[in-house]
């Protein structure tokens, strides 16, 4: 495991031990080589600590809300829907929109509900995706198809879909609405298109873009976009939020699929390996098939394509993912997107402790541990 | 079946035979016994042929709205879309949210995309409950999770409730989002108390209202209180049009839950006995377990708790159906439905087509056969 994890710490580049505040406030990267060592020997991997923190308070009122709106007089609802939301999710689709918002000088609550809806669209989503891979575990708990069956989790699923779009209403935006009914439309389009071709063995990197760019970047994209328009910034604006969270959500994802195959189940929440369990073609293995060329190709259809394995297999891909700088190579595609979010912040205010914030939780989307 | 058919039919009290249209295009009731007479045996039962008349020209619209709307550059989502959409649908709601519109003076064409949004959620709504009871037909067809899968019906539902979103948005009334938004949870609602409650021998009247009350009839009070909200109507006239939608479609589901037991398969497009095989207690099964008593306590725990059938146990369940009076009482109760639906329309002028219309769509909910 140890051996696959290290490549990993190394992409952590554009970490916040290579740049440190100015008396103004304001970041400025230093120049001193030791200072910069140093710094990044001693340094935290990269937080959103400081994003929460800032986030404190409106954060509170989005779980407020949250609360109040999965409550139903049907009692399974609040019950199925607590198992999921009270466990250990990071939150990260609201707080891009509570950022996005504050960045763009929002003043009002509006931009709350939005968050709320925001992770109630999320949640639906991982109710019904845990329905459609029978996965047996979330967030470090039993799934809750397994609890409650698989109908009671697509029902809720439906529930907490249409509570969001009542929280949009009471939000009062109907561009935000456009915005995320669009996000809600293309997440379905994605998880099709996964299901039709998430096991085939001659899955491109393209296509597999393709599939996460509509699975998970675009609700990190409409979240921060949804966020602006709210605060009613420009045009311009809008476009570069929303292009701040499409390439965080790519990078997002891209780290997601390196840790199913160098992460921990204690980390995770989740079992490590599920990807491959279930034959679920990603990156690292798109381009460790590839890599490995015609050699090991009847390995991939046994136990990919035919998901004849054993526990063997899959310690043996993820030495093969080693040895090709599969992972590595994913997670170099990730901190590149992680860059291209955090370039389109450049005409923002730097003055803002939002901006930072939201550097750092693009840094965090790739170097996180879980 | 026939004995269980003839009762059905004699519950088509106020039919278009007993009305006639007078000279002003306005309609008149017949005074004359021997013409009512006389045309109550001759006529043909309750029909929305006139409505599909006066609505051709939107409905075309409407259809032409789905078709598009139902694309999308992932090939299975068309395919799966147009199995149940392309099928025998009676387009009920969107022909209610047209009428609804129209009876109201609307002039553009924002009620056509407020009914192909309001056909979407419906449709969405039977790929999950087919995937719920694990249905096998469906409008006459092999339910779509038997052909595609259950997960692609859960996702293309997903998809086509996003896509009934983003109409609304098209349309462009925030208080049209509200309603069916709220609608959309409602729904829901009813969905999951009736999976918690529906195999429950103990199910009273009233808690099976209010679970037909949530999954059909909020939907059909929603499709026509958004078409009046659309067509700029008065406070008072949207409550009375969400009145009537609500009336006929409680009307609409208990005659289905007697066809359940009373139709046939070529003309239900589905099997008859569905609801009893599968333990779905409906209000004739609370009646007549009711008024069989004690006697039959231990037929209900096997044949309805326990699931241990024959297709005789079917038929003689219909025959204590018939003996007991448990069909014409959920009829009569439908009928009082329709009657009140039509008395929700009383404050609208009688001289819009549109009104008797309406009111041929409440008798037709209680008199089809199908």
């Known amino acids: ?19 440190r505040r100015g008396a103004s406030g304001r970041r400025s990267w230093s120049l001193s080589f030791v200072d910069a060592a140093s710094a990044i020997a001693a340094a935290e991997p990269p937080s959103i600590a400081g994003l929460i923190q800032l986030a404190r308070r409106d954060m509170a009122g989005v779980d407020e809300l949250i ?19 009270g466990s250990s999710g990071k939150r990260l689709r609201p707080l891009l929109t ?5 960045l763009c000088g929002a003043q009002g609550d509006a931009c709350l509900k939005l968050a709320a809806a925001v992770e109630f669209i ?21 799934a809750a198809h397994l609890i409650w069956g698989a109908p009671s989790s697509v029902l809720v699923g439906d529930f907490l879909f249409a509570r969001a779009f009542e929280l949009m209403v ?4 109907m561009a935000a609405l456009e915005i995320l009914a669009r996000a809600s439309r293309v997440i379905a389009e ?20 393709r599939i996460i760019q509509a699975k998970t970047a675009e609700l990190f994209a409409a979240a ?12 311009a604006r809008a476009r570069a939020l929303r292009r701040f969270g499409q390439d965080a959500g790519l990078a997002f994802q891209l780290a997601d699929d390196v840790l199913d195959y160098s992460g921990t189940s204690d980390a995770l929440g989740k079992n490590p390996g599920d990807d491959y369990r279930e034959g679920k073609v990603t990156l690292p293995l798109v381009f ?32 093969l993912m080693r040895a090709t700088g599969a992972l590595q190579s994913t997670l170099d595609l990730a901190s590149g997107y992680a860059a291209g979010a955090k370039a389109a912040l450049a005409d923002f205010p730097g003055a803002s402790p939002w901006r930072p914030a939201m550097e750092d939780l693009a840094d965090f989307a790739v170097s996180r541990r879980a």
């Open 170 to 173: 009471e939000a009062g935006s």
């Open 190 to 209: 994605g998880e099709v298109l996964q299901l039709t071709r998430a096991h085939d063995l001659d899955l491109t990197q393209e296509i597999y873009l």
């Open 288 to 319: 460790v098939m590839a890599r490995t060329g015609p050699a090991e190709a009847e390995f991939w259809r046994r136990t990919v394509d035919r998901r004849e394995q054993t526990e063997a297999d899959f310690q043996r891909t993820r030495e």
């Open 67 to 85: 609360r109040d709106r999965m409550q139903s007089p049907v009692p399974v609802i609040p019950a199925l829907a607590d198992h999921l939301i």
């Open 224 to 235: 921060a976009e949804a966020g602006a328009v709210v605060a009613g910034a420009s045009p």
């Open 1 to 19: 495991m140890r051996a696959l994890t290290d490549p990993y710490r190394l992409t952590i580049v554009p970490r916040n031990g290579g740049r």
């Open 98 to 102: 509570i950022a996005a918002a504050r």
């Open 122 to 142: 999320h949640t639906a989503t991982l109710l019904h995706d845990d329905v459609v891979d029978s996965s047996e575990l979330r967030r470090g708990r039993v």
